[in-house]
């Protein structure tokens, strides 16, 4: 495995067209994006990592499997009332389906959705009592307690969320918010803004690889069943509009987010993080979908066949 991380590093390192760092969160704005780490955490507990994969990114919508496990776990199936499960096929910041659906988010990991799902978790609690019980819960399936938020990137998408807030107080016009907005937009803002490394996002998601059972610390978080279906709305929704062609091109669940990183889920065999900053026109980190399209090749891994 440490050969294949080496060889997709040292290819990817050439590369001129990196994609664009996203430009409407001014802090991610500035991260350098020459960078590229991976880190595979395996299914025997073995990990091995390449590049800058114990350097700290802003895993933004990564966070959105952590809130929808952590969702499922206090609501059950009642989460289906608040979201969808179906791939939207709009951007990730998209407005429009909400008219179409009486203000229901087609699945938990557009913006719309995972707004939904932090108003969901806030139930009976202060906003910072939501936001430390998804940091503990990301501390304990990483198993690092170190995982922190970043700050500066959390106020600088305050600053600059007109486009969440107006999903935010659209949904809320449909009785579909029940925390005030600013608190769940706040709630929201800082759970993205979580600092991870490649390495601890590996371990982080270790539990979908084994049935629900973290391999190192062999603790289970979540049921078979349950780590199952968090698999498939990775694979059908994980990517937005560009969910189609990550299963055509890497064919894993995985989950993106606008700081470069991606987690990639290979049932039975590894959990895979990899980070470039640079994304694609959609918003999906470019050097990211190359790297795991190349580690699927090499080990066969895609969940559609050899
Ligand atoms: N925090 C980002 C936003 O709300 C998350 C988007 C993403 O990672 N795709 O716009």
Redesign the pocket.
């Known amino acids: 495995m440490q050969d294949i991380l080496d060889e997709i590093t040292a290819t990817l390192s050439t590369r001129e067209d990196r994609g664009e760092v996203?430009q409407?969160?001014p802090e991610l704005a500035i991260v350098d994006p020459q960078q590229f780490g991976i880190s595979v955490a395996l299914a025997d507990g073995r990990t091995f990592s390449a590049g800058n994969a114990s350097d700290l990114f802003s895993i933004?919508?990564?966070s959105?499997v952590f809130t929808l496990t952590i969702a499922l776990g206090k609501l059950g199936d009642a989460v289906w009332s608040r979201v969808g499960r179906e791939p939207s096929g709009d951007p990730?910041?998209s407005i429009v389906q909400l008219e179409h659906e009486s203000g229901k988010p087609r699945n938990p990991f557009i913006?719309a959705g995972?707004i939904a799902i932090v108003d969901a978790i806030m139930m009976g609690h202060k906003p910072r009592e939501t936001l430390a019980e998804i940091l503990q819960f990301v501390r304990f399936i990483a198993n690092d307690a170190s995982i922190g938020i970043d700050e500066k990137v959390a106020r600088s998408?305050l600053k600059t969320?007109d486009?969440?807030a107006s999903l935010a107080h659209f949904m809320a016009s449909f009785g579909r918010i029940k925390h005030p907005v600013e608190q769940v937009l706040g709630t929201?803002?800082h759970h993205?803004?979580i600092s991870m490394t490649c390495q601890q996002l590996a371990q982080a998601g270790q539990f979908l690889v084994s049935d629900g059972v973290n391999a190192n610390t062999g603790v289970r978080v979540v049921s078979a069943q349950r780590a199952r279906r968090i698999n498939s709305m990775m694979l059908m929704c994980g990517h937005?509009d560009g969910s189609g062609e990550f299963a055509y091109r890497v064919g894993l669940p995985g989950k993106?987010?606008?700081?470069g990183g991606i987690l990639a889920i290979a049932p039975g065999k590894g959990s895979i993080a990899v980070w470039s900053p640079g994304l694609d026109k959609i918003?999906n980190s470019k050097l990211g979908t190359e790297a795991l399209e190349m580690l699927v090749q090499k080990t066969g891994w895609s969940v559609f066949g050899h």
Do not use: L, T
């Open positions: 996203a409407y969160i933004q919508s990564i959105k990730f910041n913006n995972a998408e969320g486009r969440n929201y803002f993205c803004s937005y993106s987010g606008v700081g918003g």
